[in-house]
């Protein structure tokens, strides 16, 4: 599948993309891929390459990119190495919701002038932090997302004002949570909370959860599960398929 790296025009700055576009003739529903924690990567343009075979115009952004030129990280060393660890999550906290719903509004309507993306609703997923800016997103910015899916994702229903569970009564999109055994990052007391509110806000939701820890979906973490990774392959081809209109 081809891919694209450019630019988007966001209230902040510059936020760096890439565009992963499927083969033949479009135009196709597009989607946000955010990344981990580890921001933006090789692993993430394969990923995207990935689900843009499967039919889907797919953006990742540079979640970072108020950082300046930041040094990427090291996914197999960067918990155990205090100075990386203190970097990393130093650079989680300069990413707030409001943060992340602004920029969502300036990758839509980029998506929306692209030729080879329809509609003008799109999806969201995402992977532990970024399965937390799906969400939020969700909630912050409802008339522009169908369908948003989180995979390992934290802080979904958490006592923090700002948890995303507490946007659900605004949320217009199909929404499916795939949860990590023993995360305790979101638990089994989160997964009740999230579904609380989902239900009582109406929502069309799923939860489920996966045999293996956190990170299980994305091949460079040492937690990647190849048979956990491959279910939620599959589970993207199938919500994707029923929320996103061609």
Request: proline share 7%; net charge negative; aromatic share 10%.
């Amino acid at each position: 599948m081809p891919t694209i790296s450019d630019t988007v025009t966001t209230a902040d700055g510059t936020c760096a993309v890439t565009l992963a576009i499927p083969e033949g003739q479009g135009p196709w529903p597009a989607v946000i891929m955010y990344p981990d924690a580890g921001g933006p990567r090789a692993t993430f343009v394969d990923m995207a390459t990935r689900l843009a075979g499967l039919g889907y115009v797919v953006l990742v952004p540079d979640v970072y990119y108020r950082s300046g030129d930041w040094a990427p990280f090291d996914m197999a060393r960067v918990f155990t190495d205090q100075a990386e660890r203190q970097r990393l999550f130093t650079m989680i906290g300069s990413v707030s919701p409001a943060a992340m719903a602004s920029d969502a509004r300036a990758f839509f309507d980029y998506l929306a002038t692209r030729p080879e993306v329809s509609g003008e609703t799109f999806g969201t997923t995402g992977y532990c932090m970024g399965g937390r800016m799906s969400l939020t997103v969700a909630g912050r910015v409802p008339e522009r997302v169908a369908a948003a899916m989180s995979f390992h994702g934290g802080g979904l229903a958490s006592d923090d004002p700002d948890s995303p569970h507490l946007l659900a009564d605004r949320i217009s999109a199909a929404v499916y949570v795939g949860g990590a055994q023993d995360d305790a990052s979101f638990t089994a007391e989160q997964a009740e909370t999230l579904d609380k509110a989902l239900t009582d806000a109406g929502v069309e939701h799923i939860i489920e959860w996966y045999s293996a820890a956190h990170g299980f979906a994305v091949p460079d973490n040492p937690p990647f599960d190849e048979a956990a990774a491959q279910r939620h392959w599959d589970a993207m081809n199938d919500f994707f398929g029923a929320q996103l209109a061609a």
